[in-house]
């Protein structure tokens, strides 16, 4: 399997250091990196064929060792190792990375085909990657860098979707070449290690070590594929909801901060009870069963409001979806419920901004009750009955108009009136016409048509008991009981009982129509005195006599069709009302029937004019229900005046006071948690302990009217080692609370996720075998290597001495020659007992009992070569030499022959051959892969060394021999063993 492309033609990034250690930039996914059962949050290659996920970004480390038997579960550090062994870019060599972000289904050629392998190796087909890394480690050297033509070329490829991540390592044919013999003591680790329990060794771990060397010839038996591993690196299948809360933040910012600026909540549950455009939801958010209230609107936005068990409000919440509680509910949990970064969090406020109720403005109300009494929406009251058809209200804003009409009848056989049907009208920019009416039914019931079309509840789930709901565009409607209410768009509400076959209502007008209304509710501008006002528009004192108020009204009477359409009754169009003063002055009707008013005029006028006193009491608890109502959404909760915001160091002790600008105010902590102690006065202590999460909910209530409001300012420990290392703008969440905790930013000395760990030399491991002493570092290397202790590498390194041979004869007396281990280079004996003295073997020494030693003899075989180009025999030799010095495992020693042998002449291709036979001496040595390499898999080895011969360098002309003589293929019967 080739590599993918890499290299500046690639867009990749290069990144190299001339030492022998380096470690690469942080990089830093969005949405982490899942490894193992963790999301691990950044991550950085080595030059020694690594890419750790360290604890923290102060925890950089370059390991040059890796663990003699591999990765076993127990392993301190997280890492991916496609190729970990101790290498050395200090003269050659370089890295190049590209990092690839595709989290909103950018196409990307390289990422779709890490896909496909994933998906056809893991069979893993919905697998969709959001964030890949690749690096290629190009002529890597081994330690140590000297001048070498042996140097390794592979690649590492990261991939995750947010929930499942893969590693591809893949390795260039031919092009993994570092010396076997020379990595006796670290051998390569390939696999990965979660640092968490979870890991893999690659399945050539087990295989001998000059295997182990040339991943690039490993024929997978799972996938049949040579040269390409691949891993999977999470644990388990887990939901990332850092990706899905910027999946949905990218989908919501072509509407983000529409008309946001205009929602408030109500400030307690008890004034938002009355605030008809808000309906109660009982539904189960932010983990508990809390009470809310939700208001929608096309135009100002929906909003949804969650409210304490003493009334408090806790937090509220935009939504765009009306009634879609789960799908606004799940992204609030992704960024900032279930997201342990409060940067999300934050980044979702700017769409979604939390909502208080410091702009919260209550609904001007207007009441029409009884045998009609009438409450002004300035507060202004008067008895109206007239008879027909009359506008209650009419305003508009630039956004919406809206019209309120109403239809009397005579109540009985009285000289009064009282309402037996509304109609309310209601057009905006954003939404059809709106046409609702509600029509007096026999039993004190109630039907209700919208656009001439009879309404059929249905029960609300979500709602009160006993509740039933009509929800459609730009209006819902609620029925409990024998009342029936209505929200035009959040904006304008219309609330309807049938008491005594009597209809009595409540309208509740926004702020944006003030100065803009007419009508039986008067002129809206916060005045009483002109309320008033006719549609001449000339206006009477509120102090005017009833009979003059009473023609008032009559100017108001819709002359033509009304909203409610033609009336099926006869109407007296001189009816005249009995006024109070008529009442009061006629000394035949029972004073009694007035005992139970109180002096409320209301109740007095009702029980009076239908000599019926249960109707009088009727109007006279409407009438304190709609003063309650008033009473109620404009009283406000005690404000808390403080920091939302406390930030601390852990175990000093932290003061915040927090005020009110109420009276009569306490402050208490909702969860008792050991770390926090508050006054009632307000004084906050923290001194934080330990990171145990507890919610710190500070609650002010009011004694006047029992209204509590609650604070949950956020709290930021520091723990970092010392103080000077916080930063407390690069925050965690701990647990599902308010509690945070600072980031440290370590200083040259310490490292780790505290910065509590003071760097120390044996941080990272020595070579095997190697002690490391504290504050001083590695101690020498083994007697048979070379190094500061943690890079070790044999005295003999082939990068000194892989041309050195020893001359001829250079040992007497059957000594044998080798190179010796010295960084000269220079040639040694082994000699026979009797020559022990001597260090070429010449001179006998002292008398000796002579012993049979278990010498190693030689290694021959025999080549028979052929070619076409009529080489010498110095260039065949030279050839020959140079394949076979190049073989995995370097124990080549010399020919010992080169002759050309006659053999009957065979054309190839027009030119003859000429044949070879070669007779070729390798060397044992003592341990290590090479005896086992000579004993099972030298003939193989050579016969593949002659197979391959297409990249040869053209020879320049010089007096030397050339090493470049093209060989035709061979095959096993052409190679034998002489000496084993």
């Avoid at 109403?406 to 016409?433: E, H, K, M």
Wanted: proline residues 6%; hydrophobic residues 35%; aromatic residues 12%.
């Amino acid at each position: 399997v080739p590599l993918f492309p890499y290299g500046p033609q690639a867009g990749d990034w290069q990144f190299v250091r001339r030492t022998v250690d380096f470690t690469s930039p942080l990089f830093k996914p969005q949405i982490g990196f899942p490894l193992g059962s963790s999301l691990r949050d950044c991550l950085y290659f080595t030059d020694n064929g690594q890419i750790i996920f360290p604890e923290s970004e102060y925890q950089i480390f370059s390991y040059s060792n890796p663990p003699l038997r591999g990765f076993t579960g127990q392993d301190p550090v997280a890492l991916v190792a496609p190729f970990w062994d101790d290498a050395d870019f200090s003269r050659q060599g370089t890295t190049f990375y590209q990092e690839y972000e595709t989290l909103y289904d950018e196409y990307n050629q390289l990422v779709w085909e890490v896909e496909y392998w994933i998906k056809m190796l893991t069979n893993t087909w919905n697998y969709k990657a959001r964030w890949t890394l690749k690096v290629t480690w190009v002529h890597a050297p081994a330690y140590p860098a000297q001048k070498t033509l042996r140097t390794n070329t592979y690649q590492a490829i990261l991939s995750t979707d947010g929930s499942r991540s893969y590693a591809l390592f893949l390795y260039q044919s031919g092009g993994m070449q570092w010396d076997v013999t020379q990595h006796l003591g670290n051998p390569v680790v390939m696999g990965f290690s979660s640092g968490d329990g979870y890991f893999k060794n690659s399945q050539l771990t087990l295989q001998p070590v000059w295997e182990k060397y040339r991943p690039d010839q490993f024929l997978d038996p799972t996938s049949g594929l040579r040269g390409l591993q691949i891993y999977k690196l999470h644990k388990e299948d887990k939901p990332n909801y850092r990706l899905w809360c910027l999946r949905w933040l990218k989908r919501q910012s072509h509407w983000s901060g529409w008309g946001w600026n205009q929602v408030s909540c109500p400030c307690s549950w008890q004034q938002g009870l009355w605030d008809l455009r808000f309906q109660p939801i009982n539904i189960g958010w932010w983990g508990i069963v809390n009470r809310q209230l939700c208001s929608f609107s096309s135009w100002r936005g929906s909003v949804c409001c969650s409210y304490g068990p003493w009334g408090e409000l806790l937090e509220g919440w935009r939504l765009q979806s009306p009634w879609q509680f789960d799908q606004e509910l799940e992204p609030q949990n992704w960024c900032c419920r279930f997201n342990d970064k409060p940067s999300f969090c934050a980044l979702y406020e700017l769409m979604r901004p939390r909502i208080g109720c410091s702009g919260y403005q209550p609904p001007r109300p207007a009441w029409m009750f009884g045998d009609p009494h009438i409450t002004t929406l300035d507060g202004a009251n008067y008895t109206f009955n007239g008879l027909g058809d009359f506008l209650l209200v009419r305003a508009q804003d630039r956004n919406s108009s809206f019209q309120l009409q109403g239809r009397t009848a005579q109540t009985l056989s009285a000289r009064a009136t009282n309402f037996i049907a509304f109609a309310a009208y209601y057009s905006s920019s954003s939404l059809d016409p709106i046409t609702v009416q509600w029509l007096l039914e026999p039993n004190d019931t109630i039907q209700v048509l919208l656009n001439n079309q009879t309404v059929t509840f249905e029960t609300n789930h979500a709602g009160a008991e006993g509740q039933e709901m009509f929800n459609t565009s730009g209006v819902i409607m609620i029925r409990n009981g024998s009342t029936v209410s209505a929200s035009f768009d959040g904006a304008v509400t219309i609330s309807v009982i049938a008491l005594a076959q009597i209809l009595h209502a409540s309208c509740g007008l926004p702020k944006e129509y003030q100065n803009h209304t007419e009508g039986l509710m008067g002129f809206w501008n916060g005045n009483p005195d002109d309320d008033f006002r006719m549609p001449n528009g000339s206006t009477l004192s509120p102090r005017s006599s009833e009979e003059t108020l009473f023609q008032y009204g009559m100017t108001w009477e819709i002359n033509g069709t009304s909203l409610l359409g033609k009336r099926n009754d006869h109407v007296s169009y001189n009816f005249t009302p009995v006024f109070l003063s008529q009442l009061r002055g006629n000394k035949s009707l029972n004073k009694s029937l007035t005992s139970r008013c109180n002096g409320d005029e209301q109740c007095i006028y009702d029980a009076l004019a239908t000599e019926n006193a249960n109707l009088g009491e009727h109007t006279m608890r409407l009438f304190r229900s709609y003063q309650q109502m008033n009473a109620t959404l404009n009283q406000y909760p005690p404000s808390i005046k403080g920091p939302d915001v406390v930030k601390t160091y852990m175990g000093q002790a932290s003061l915040v006071n927090y005020t009110s600008s109420s009276e009569n105010v306490t402050f208490t902590l909702r969860h008792n948690c050991t770390d926090f102690k508050l006054s009632e006065n307000g004084t906050l202590l923290w001194t934080p302990q330990s990171l145990k999460p507890c919610p710190l909910e500070i609650l002010a209530r009011s004694a006047k009217d029992d209204l509590s409001s609650v604070l949950k300012p956020r709290m930021v420990v520091c723990t970092c080692q010392a103080e000077s290392q916080c930063l407390y703008n690069q925050n965690d969440r701990v647990g599902n609370s308010s509690l945070e905790m600072a980031g440290c930013k370590c200083d040259g000395n310490t490292f780790g996720r505290y910065c509590n760990h003071s760097k120390d030399p044996c941080d990272e491991p020595c070579f095997p075998n190697v002690k490391c002493i504290s504050g001083k570092g590695c101690e020498a290397c083994p007697t048979t290597l070379t190094g500061d202790g943690r890079h070790c590498a044999p005295l003999n390194s082939f990068f000194n001495c892989w041309n050195k041979t020893c001359p001829e004869n250079y040992c007497y007396n059957q000594g044998r020659c080798y190179i010796s281990q010295s960084l000269t280079c220079e040639p040694a004996c082994t000699c026979p007992p009797a020559f022990m003295e001597d260090t070429r073997c010449f001179l006998a020494g002292k008398n000796f009992t002579p012993t049979i030693l278990p010498e190693l003899p030689p290694r021959l075989i025999q080549l028979l070569l052929s070619e076409k180009e009529n080489a010498s025999q110095a260039d065949v030799n030279a050839t020959v030499a140079y394949r076979l010095g190049n073989l995995d495992v370097r124990a080549f020693l010399r020919n010992r022959q080169v002759e050309r042998v006659e053999l009957p002449a065979i054309p190839a291709s027009g030119n003859f051959l000429q044949y070879w036979k070669v007779i070729s001496e390798f060397q044992y040595r003592p341990g290590g892969p090479v005896i086992d390499f000579l004993n099972t898999r030298l003939l193989d080895a050579v016969v593949e060394a002659f197979l391959s011969q297409a990249s040869q360098r053209r020879w320049k002309r010089s007096e030397e021999p050339r090493n470049n003589v093209v060989f035709q293929p061979i095959s096993r019967r052409d190679v034998l063993s002489v000496m084993a």
